[in-house]
Each structure stands twice: as structure tokens, then as C-alpha cells.
């Protein structure tokens, strides 16, 4: 079996001792999360349908979702939308099978609501919301069925990245995010909206965390609770920060707040999208729930793509899966940066080439680390359909 | 106050004394009704809306709903929507006055929504409709701003008509609709579905009912089952019907049922907006909730058309209340037909003409008649604004 | 063969006798019958594409063309749109056909395109028009395919009327219509735009004419430019009615202008759907160019309905055929009213009952007309296919 | 003025000397690129219409453009669309400026149609394309009107990255495509579609261009003809191959090809629009116009974006032009990496951080190379509002 794995020492100063580092997160609230969120939920659900209808996961593609703003008119202890948020589920799905019709269409639109309602709660989706959905028939190539272990052919020549560990600034800017729907929200600001999105900057040992954090008005009774809630954010997040380093960390919550107009960051659901701002599947975070412009990336747009044979999203998910788990058995290693290229119609078990690039630590045996690597990325790969098994489990995130 | 009123005596052969009469009703689950149903209930929502945020009624033409079919695959005992239908609300609607916006939009669509779910129980407004809002913004202008009592200008040049009483076919057209809605179904056969259309066609004295009934699969065991219900209708129907008329009537449920094939009228939810059927705004019933081609007609869309000074549909509201009161209460009336004509940017209570024919009763008083008719029209007509507010309060009805 | 053709004497005061007559037509390009026409041009291109492509007319309905109105910054001598109209072909067509993919989605747009070009020529379709397409797939019943001769079986219990001779005022309304687009648009008055509502009422002896005429204001240099044109048109149309009637006529053109203001009926396009009036099929016109509201209609949305088996279209194109016919070559007919009911699944050469209502003239031999009036039904009843042809050739019209 | 300009020595293998690149280009007809082109296309179009009717640009966002696939039948000498491709422009444009409407919708349709005219010159406009527009509007913030010489205030913390120079697989991959279009394609192989994805791929010394390219289906006669067109296409590029690089390269065009199936990558138009791909902004290219997994990449929909103050897409095109311009002019560099970082609210020509990472070449001299990049990285900054004129005239790319 030609796997082409390729193990490479890289010479290059490590993440953590670069000057600068940017690092993104949008929060699940982000309108283009949303549009992931429901891309990847959508392709779930057909996912089941299929399995239980069919036996097996049949060809689709979920990933055009759009999400077009509503417009709003947020006020303190209440406020409501003047336009609803229009959801346009698009893309492709099967919907007939061996004589059968399927209930793709309805299927989607009924987990697309069930997401909403479950990640947004404060939107009101009998009215807040129009759910659209523009599905095409879409068929399935018979070669391509589903069978667990046997790895159908790749649908495209794309390639999916992946790298491992996060840095510093990564991980905070990542659990940052977390921290505020998680622990903030739950115990009490129930104030702070799912549309959160944190900027982490280092210059050296700096770290600034610059938060946009949609504010939901019905839990906020005047100008002055706003203040005060904004500050009680800021001290939890620095408090929560120096935990986790030693860096000078500095937090700006809704820097664009102009206070004296009285023109703050005031929402009714806690969310941009219902007002001004649209959202597009594969815009936002790659599937380690990042943005990382000094590390490797892949532009595909993973949540909603076919997860039987795309390899662009397939191998993006193995990649990160790859890489952890290698710095995690495979002592010496600073960072590690996997790519995995597909050739069209060549079995996804069979890239055309699994290329890992290690920046091991000082004195660490790369004879070794090259040796496990090998066989840690042979394994995934040989075991490529339980990528599959894991998205229509929902036990992988894709942004 | 000139409101030209003109009554005439009008020699013809009174319907009853026709040879032949045809009369439709669609039932308020037909594809088109929902869609009058829908533009009716959005402006009555603005309606609400606009009295309760600005103190008055504001422009709004809400009549341009469209039902798009679903596709279904309706089975005994169950049945599930493959595509859902969708529901586009369409038309125009004031969304700012005096510096305010106001909610039109999401409350167009919240009560279209709840409209949806009690007109036809067993659709599932959470995977079977997508309801779509595409109001553009409207303006009033604020000499039509709607006071109690004060006539607004007219939109247009445009009639309504109306008639009284019903013939005895109409009669029966239209109630045995209701019968089988409020009567049947809520008395144990919840397999009708609410699309029923009724063709009601009498040769001489032989009146036959041809029923077209959405059966809902759900309830319904298996063809033999289908039957039985169909029987069951049938008779429930013509021993309601003997009650009411002396001629014979036949009843025929269903006629394009082929047993053999085991094709038969059966739906998931009850109308057949589920597989195929679109629906639109003014295709139906008119305002006196039937289809007469030997009576005068209106083409007037009426429902979701404003109610402040669009005078086709006041015109035709008020033209058949005028009717009814006219028979009720002036004796010796066998048909009255009621024709109003507005001229565009005249007051609505001065219309161009308002015409009303009478075939009297032999040896009847047409003096009188014509006094005492002009006396009703004259009273319709200056509390011409009556007819907003009952539409605003839901009491008169559109199709 | 069983038609039950029922020709029966009318006790009527005929309409040309009656006190009051209500009569409108709107013109070519009023919402209403762009969208009618829309909705006829994309079914005949349809069964061009069918009959090239499968030698038959497959099944189809077009019917549910929606014209959703743009937004317009008229001006003398110019002006443009600011937003464009948006033309949303609907329904149903097959698309499959023996193994064969038939393109009826980009057939339909392509003769949607060509028909807006030809009936308002002053939109510039690449920037003022928006076609839009979502034609559902329909089937075809293979027992309906088309053969010439051999009627096929009644979609639907449903019915047409018609009527003839056409009375004075509704001759006078329908070619006024005419008169404007066709002679004095074409000889020099550029300015008629094709968006023209005739509002014909007589009273007693005095015929009334409200036209409503869109102004295309690039042919136009200002207000006082905008009246003499309007005096033009008024002149003249006075003229030519003064040829055609013994009664007295009276023009009004444009009657909700206010000078003083300055706020007049000017377009850029010459349609009132470039600003504010949206269109949908079937609300205007009936199948004789007209709306009669004293006279027997349908409510039938005849444009774009299939031509094959529909028997509601059929039936309405039918019996004005008949009703014309009658008239034209039996003597001593006043009026004649039609009307047919078909039954779903009988062959629509035998409808239900196929009725004539007759008032005679004076002394006419009402048996002579019974009989010859069934000739003619019968006739045109055992032809009924050559309705289907008319309509793919496009010599027979729906509005 | 505080640009907080950083230049760091980066120690890494430089791109040349890795073992493994991974380079992709999706030419202009590819379904991501119509829907940047169209974004970009639009925007430019609205500086435009905004400079000529209000001299200056006001705020739009037209990066929401949606490419929904059509459907085809493709054939050799021939074929035909089934169904068109469906575009619709999506965002937000200011619509009224100091009591102006402006005629952005349809300015809009226009650009867009011209832009698939020319793009896709195989495709009809007046039946292929369906080109809808749902521009919300927006509004303009007055202190963010554009005037040359004054930078605007960020309207977003956000990035933008560049790096030069390409490296040689970058460049074989991105003018491969090129010249398919430029030289090929216009010297007789008019087959060759616009629709061309290259994905190059480095392991050590050879390089593989693996070449989707949409053969057009009328230019070709049959099987034969198709096998040597792609023999053709793949000498041409080969023999070209040559005269730039010294590696060894492999050429595969439409590896998915069937010989014996008679599967091949026949279109009608030449893009895979046509049949079922979709496409959305902000997938594809980098402003550099390629996709570098191993190079800093923002994830920046940069088509479309507001040319005046969005700091994500100006930051990104102007770290690319820093990036070109510092290879050029400053000797001693392998590889300069550019990520600049927006502060919401500050003024875009003072970026919270400018960064420059610079592999020299031995023996440079680094203090010069730090010297000499920050003045022209100063300069670009000081005269960041070049940057949005030049997109108002279309010299830079976007994608």
C-alpha cells in the first residue's frame, strides 16, 4: 500500500520564540460560524438519515449555507428585530436511493432550527429567523457507498493541513472564547451574546486579547450595567489568563464602543447577524477552531463537505489528528506541521503524498521521531474511514 | 353628499329557476385559500400591529402570497414530507413612521407561522414549511392615515359586487364544506383533511356534490380503511343535505380514486400544497367564500389588500353586506345584486356609482324596495370606515 | 358520445338594456398582464421545445408567474431604475422524458427574455430585469400525451364560461386599449407606455372612460409637455369613439395627477411595475380580453396552465369560441352565455353538462337556435384538441 | 505618526530548499473565482456609480456573491444548459446619500452580467444565467467618507499578510493556468474552458501540475478529438515547463478521465458551473492569486470587501505589494514574510502592529535589509488610500 509518508526535518525558529504571533477565534455565535455550525449540523443529520433509511452514508454536500443579516433595533432590558435573519441552506444531497425518496430537504430545515435554537437561545425562531433551503438533487456514485475499512476514492486533488502543539497565545486565544460562553456566561453574565470574537496579538511577551463581544440588551438594564458587566469580563478573562501564562496579557473588550454617544455593542440575540453582518460557510475558523496566518493552511471550507470521500475535509481533520497525537507519544518535538495531498480517483487511504515537517527540541533523536511519525500517520490513514464515522458520530469539530 | 346611488329593477329568470347553476368552494386548506388566508392574516397582524406602535393603521398591501408546493410521500398510517412547501409573504408595508421603525417583517412571519399551524394541525411548522418574508417598504401617505369615521381618498378606480341571498346549491356548496370540518371531522373522523374543494353543480332539480377531500394518512389504517371513511362521508353528507333541500342530491367523494391501482387521495398533512398543488392570493373564493360564474364577480385579490382605502376590496366587502341586509330586512326581494365603482382620489364613501338590481317578487312594491335599499346603501356607505375596523378586528371574512 | 349539451331560454333584460355596465380591461403591460403573458409565452416555448424534442406536449403548468415591482427615479427626458423588477417564473414542467433531459429551465427564460424585450421596449433587460426560474419538475401521465383528435381526461372538475356578442361599452373598452398601443403610440405619441387600464361605465346613455396610462418620461420634456400629450390622447380617443357609438362618451386620462404639485403618472419604463405595483396571474383579464362583472365569469388563471388536459383553461377558451361562433352564424340571439363543467377523469370531449343560456331576440325561433347552438357545441366539443393546437401556435389568446 | 513597524530575522529552510510544496491556483472560470470576480466586479462598479453621482466612494460590502451550479447536457459539437447557473449579488450598498437614491441594484445587475459576458464568453446571457440581486442597504458612517490622502478608521480588528518572492512552483502554478488562457487557448485551442484548477505539487526536485481543465464541448468533434487536445495541452505546457525550471515536471491533465467509460471533462460553456459546482467568495485564491498552505495565509474574503476602510482587505493587498516591492529593491533576501494587524476605531494607516519577517540570504547584510524595508513599509502605510484607488480603477488584483 503506497502511502507516500515523507518525514522532514525543519529548520526554523519555533511559534513561540517569533516576535509577533496573530492568532483568531470566532466564536460559535459568529455568523460565519453559524454558517459552519449549520453546514456541519445539516450534513450530520443526513448523515443519520441515511444510515437509518439506507444503511449507509449516501453522497452530499452541504457547505453553501449563507446566512443573510436581519436588521434590529436592540434596546436596554429588551429591544427586538425589525428583519428576520435569512438562513439559506444550500448545496447538494441525494434524495433518491434504490427506488426510495429520501426527506433530505425537511430533514435539513428541521436540524437547521434545532441548531439555532440550541446555539443562539435568545433568537425567537417562530420569528427571528427564516430558514430557507435550496438543496439540489445531488446523486451517489456507487463506488463511493460507505463501507467501513475500505476507503473510497477521493473526489478531487486537494490537500488538508494540520500542526500540533498550539502555541501559548493560541491556546488562550482559543479558550478564551470558551471560557466566556462556558464558565462566564453560565454562572451569571448571562448578558455576554454567542458572538464573541477574540483577536490574541503577541509582540514578544505581550499578549493582548482584543474581544468583540456581542452584548444581549434584555439582561442589561442601562448604559451604566453595560460598563460594569464589560469590566467584569475584562477581570475574569486577566485573572483566568495568568493561570495559564506568564506573559503580559492585556484585554480590550469592544474597543469600537463610543460611551459618550452612547454607542455600544448592543444586540437582542446576541449575535451580529441580526444586524449588518452576513456570514458564509469556510470564511471563518480551519477545523483546530483557529485562525493562524504564521501556520500552515488549508482554505477549504470543511463543515458541510461529503465526509465519505472529500478529501480537502477528510484529510484537514486527519491532519490535526495526526499531529496531536504524535506530540503527544513522540518525545523531542517542538512542532509539527502535516500536509496530506489527494490524487483524484486514487483511494483516500493512498495520498499522493503524507509529508510531516518536525521541528525537533534540542538533541532530540530524529531517527526515532521520523520512525514513529511514520507510523502514527500510517495508521490514521489506513484507518481513514473512521474520519467519517467520527462526523457522522459528531465527535469532530470542523471549525 | 353625492354617492350616486341607483336601484333598478332587473327582469331575469331568478337563479332557482335555472336550468343550470355551477358553484365552487375551495376550503380554507386549498392551496389557494391558505394563500388568502395567509395575506389576510398578515395585514390583520399589521394591523394590530401598527394601532398598537403608532395609534393608526398604516399602509400596507399584503396580497401577493404564494404557496409553493411540497413533495410528499403520504403512506397509511404515516407518510412524511420530503420538501416542504414553501410560503413566500410578499407585497408592501409602511416600516417607518415619525422616526420609528416598526417590526413588520417578524411579525408578518410570526403570524403567518401560528396562522399555519392551526389551519392545518397536522403540518409540522419545524421540518414542513419554510416561510419566507420579502415585504418591500411601503410608505403611507398621511392624508389616507386611517380615523374613525372620516372616508380616505381611493387608491384607485376600481368595483367590488355582491349578491343576497345564496341559492339553495350555494348553500349546500358552502356548508357542506363546514359540515365536514366542524362537524365530521371534530366528531371522530380526523382523517379529513382541511383541503376540501366542493363542485356543486344542479341540473333541473337533481343537485350533485363532487368533493375533492385530502384524506390524511396518519388516520387511516389501509385502503380498506380509506374506504370505509369515504363511505362514511358520503352518507354523513347526504343525510345532512336531505335536512335542506327537496331535490335530490348525489354525492361523490374523490372521483379520480382508482382502487384497483390503490391510487387514492391520500395526504401527510391534509392539503395538497404537500405534493404539487401551488396556491395563490385572489385565485379563489370570493369574499362571500364561493366561486359563482352565473352571479356578478369580482376579480379582485381582496385578501391582504390595505383595508384602509383600497376600495376594490372595501367595495366588495361592503357590497355583499349591503346584500344581505337588503333581503333581510326590505321584503319582496327575490335576487339583489349590489355594484360599487370608486374614481381614484375620491373620497370612498362617494363612489362613482352604486348600483343596485333587483328582481323583485311577483306583486312586490318596488317603490318601496328601491327607498328602503337606497336607505341601506346610503348608511353602508357613509360608515364606509366600519368596514377597516371589522377588518382589523377579524370579523368579516375575505374568501 | 355523451356531452349533455342543455340549450336553454334566458328571461333577461339584455345587457345593453341595463341601467349600468361596468367594464375594464388592463393593457399589455399592466403587473396583472405581464404576468399573464409571461406565464402563456413560457408554456407556448414550452410546447415548441416538447414538440421538437419528444414529437408531443408534455405535461406542464406555468401559471405561477409572480412580477415583484422595482424602484424607479422617473424624470423628464429621462430617469432610471434604481432597483430592478424581478420576474419569478414558477411551476411545474417535465424535464425528463424517455430517458431524455429536456431543457426546460433555460427554454423558459430565454422566451420570459425575448417577451420582455418585445412587450415593454423601453426596460433595458441587462440591467432592469431580474428572470428568475424555479420550476419544480413536473411527470408526465403517459395517458395524457397529446394525440391530435383523441381528447385526453379532464385534469380537474372544473369549468369555463363565455359569452357573446361583446356589449357596446365592453367593444369600447377593449379596443380603446387597442387604439392607444396600436395606432397612436405608433404614429408619433412615443409616450403612451404599454401599462394602460380602461375603466369603461356606462350609465344609461353616457359611456365613461377612465383610462390610467403610464408616460414614459424620456419622451416627454416636461409638465407642460406631459399635457399637451394627455389632451392628445384624450382628443383623439374621443374621436375615434364618436365613430363607434351613438352614445355619449366621456375621456378621463390620468385622473389621480395633481399639476399643481407636479406629481403626475410619469415612468421610466412605461409599466407602473418599475415602481411600487407588483403582478401575479390570473388576476386580470379573463380569456376575452376583459373584466365583466355583470356577466358570467371563471376564476380561472388560464395563462400558463397546460393546454393538454386543463380542463378549467380549455373550457373558458372554448366557450367563447362557441359563444362567437353562435352568434355569428345563427340568427336572432341577443346574448348568449356558455358554460361547461368537466368531470376529473372523463375524457374532456364529455364534460358534465356543456350549457347554452340564450335571450333571444324578438320573434326568433328558439328552436332553430336550440339546435343549431347544439351543432356548434357539439362541434367544437368533438374537436377539442384543436384548442391544445391554438395555443402552441399561439392564435388564441388567454387575457 | 506610530506604525509600529517591526522587522524580525526568521530562521527557517527557505520554500526552495523544503522537500515538499504544495501550490494551487483555481483559474478564472472556476465556480470560487466567478463568485470573487463578481464581488470585486460589483464593488468597483459602486466606486464608480458613488464617485460619478457623489463624488466619492460611500460604504458597500458585495463580498456575499453565491455561484449556484446549473445543470447541463454536454455534448461533443454541442450540448446544451438544462438549467441555468443561478448568481446572486448579496450584501450590503448604500442606497441614499444626502437625499439622493442611487441606483446601486441595478447598476450591480449590469456589471455582473457584463463581467460573465466577457469571463465565460461561451455562455448565453439571455438563457444560462439567472443574475439576482439582493443588495441590502447600507448606510455610510460620514467621518469614513474617502478622501485621498486621509486614512479612515478600521472597521474591524483584522489582518492582512504577503510574502515574496514566489517560489518557482508558485510561479510554474500560477502562470501554467495563464498561459492555458492567454496563449494556448487564443493560438487555436478554443476547447480549453475557463473553468482550469492547477495544483502544483514539489517532492525534492520534480514537480507535478496536476491540470483540471473544462474542455468545451462544441470545439471538439468527438473522443479522438478530446485525446489529442489534452496531448496538446500537455506537450505545450511541458515544453514550456522547460524554459523555467531545471526540475523535472509531470504533467497530468483531467486525471478523472474514463477513456473506456467515455467519461471525460466535457462542459458547454467551460466552467463546472454548469454541472453542479458551486462557488463562493473568499475560497479560493489569495490576493497573490494563489492558495499556499506552507505560507502565511489570511482566510480574508478580500472580493467585494469596501475598498476604503475594511483593513482586512486592504491590509492584505498592501502587505503584498510591501513584500514584492522589498524583494526588489533590497538585495540579500530569500524570503520576506508581511502581516499587519488593524485596531478597530484607528486609523488604518497605523496599524497596531506592521510586521516583517525576512529570511536573508548568507552574508546579508541585516541591519541595511531592517533599515530599508521599514521605510518601505512606512511608505505604504503613509499612503495606504492608494490602495483603494487603485481598486476603484481595477489595477490590483484581488484573487
Known amino acids: 500500500m503506497d502511502r507516500n509518508i515523507r518525514v522532514e526535518r525543519l529548520i526554523e525558529t519555533p511559534i513561540e520564540q517569533q516576535e509577533i504571533e496573530i492568532v483568531e477565534r470566532k466564536g460559535i455565535g459568529h455568523p460565519d460560524s453559524i454558517a459552519d455550525g449549520l453546514a456541519e449540523t445539516v450534513s450530520r443529520a443526513l448523515c443519520n ?79 427571528h429567523i427564516i430558514v ?42 482559543y479558550t478564551t472564547e470558551r471560557f466566556m460562553l462556558e464558565t462566564l456566561k453560565k454562572r451569571g453574565l448571562a448578558a455576554i451574546g454567542e458572538d464573541i470574537k477574540v483577536m490574541g496579538f503577541r509582540e514578544g511577551n505581550a499578549i493582548n486579547l482584543t474581544i468583540a463581544c456581542a452584548i444581549i440588551g434584555k439582561y442589561v438594564d442601562d448604559l451604566d450595567s453595560y460598563l460594569s458587566i464589560k469590566e467584569e469580563i475584562t477581570e475574569k478573562i486577566l485573572d483566568r489568563s495568568a493561570k495559564y501564562t506568564d506573559r503580559d496579557v492585556n484585554v480590550i473588550v469592544n474597543a469600537a464602543d463610543n460611551i459618550e454617544k452612547g454607542s ?33 493552511m488549508s482554505m477549504e471550507a470543511a463543515s458541510g463537505k461529503n465526509p465519505i470521500n472529500h478529501s480537502g475535509k477528510i484529510y484537514n481533520l486527519v491532519s490535526n489528528k495526526i499531529a496531536h497525537e504524535v506530540t503527544k507519544k513522540v518525545p523531542g518535538i517542538q512542532d509539527i506541521y502535516i500536509r496530506i495531498l489527494s490524487c483524484i480517483g486514487r ?15 534540542d538533541g532530540a533523536d530524529m531517527t526515532l521521531i521520523e520512525r514513529e511519525a511514520t507510523v502514527i500517520m500510517d495508521e490514521w490513514l489506513a484507518d481513514i474511514t473512521r474520519i467519517t464515522e467520527m462526523l457522522a458520530e459528531g465527535t469532530i469539530k470542523t471549525f
Open 132 to 173: 430557507d433551503c435550496k438543496l439540489g438533487a445531488g446523486s451517489t456514485d456507487l463506488q463511493d457507498v460507505f463501507k467501513r475499512g475500505r476507503a473510497p476514492l477521493a473526489n478531487d486533488t486537494s490537500f488538508g493541513v494540520g500542526f500540533a502543539p498550539l502555541s501559548e497565545t493560541e491556546n488562550l486565544t
Open 49 to 127: 438519515l441515511y444510515n437509518d433509511t439506507c444503511g449507509t452514508i449516501l453522497h452530499h454536500n452541504t457547505d453553501q449555507v449563507e446566512i443573510v443579516a436581519g436588521r434590529s433595533a436592540p434596546a436596554y432590558k429588551g429591544g427586538d428585530l425589525i428583519s428576520p435573519i435569512y438562513v439559506l441552506l444550500n448545496g447538494r444531497a441525494t434524495n433518491e436511493f434504490e427506488g426510495k425518496v429520501i426527506a433530505t430537504d425537511t430533514t435539513a430545515i428541521e436540524a437547521a432550527r434545532i441548531f439555532l435554537k440550541e446555539t443562539i437561545p435568545n433568537i425567537n425562531p417562530e420569528k
Open 347 to 361: 483511494p483516500i487511504d493512498q495520498p499522493l503524498v503524507a509529508s510531516a515537517q518536525i521541528i525537533p527540541e
Open 264 to 296: 455600544v455593542y448592543l444586540t437582542v440575540t446576541g449575535t451580529s447577524a441580526e444586524m449588518g453582518d452576513d456570514g458564509s460557510v469556510g470564511r471563518g475558523n480551519r477545523c483546530n477552531g483557529l485562525i493562524t496566518p504564521h501556520r500552515p
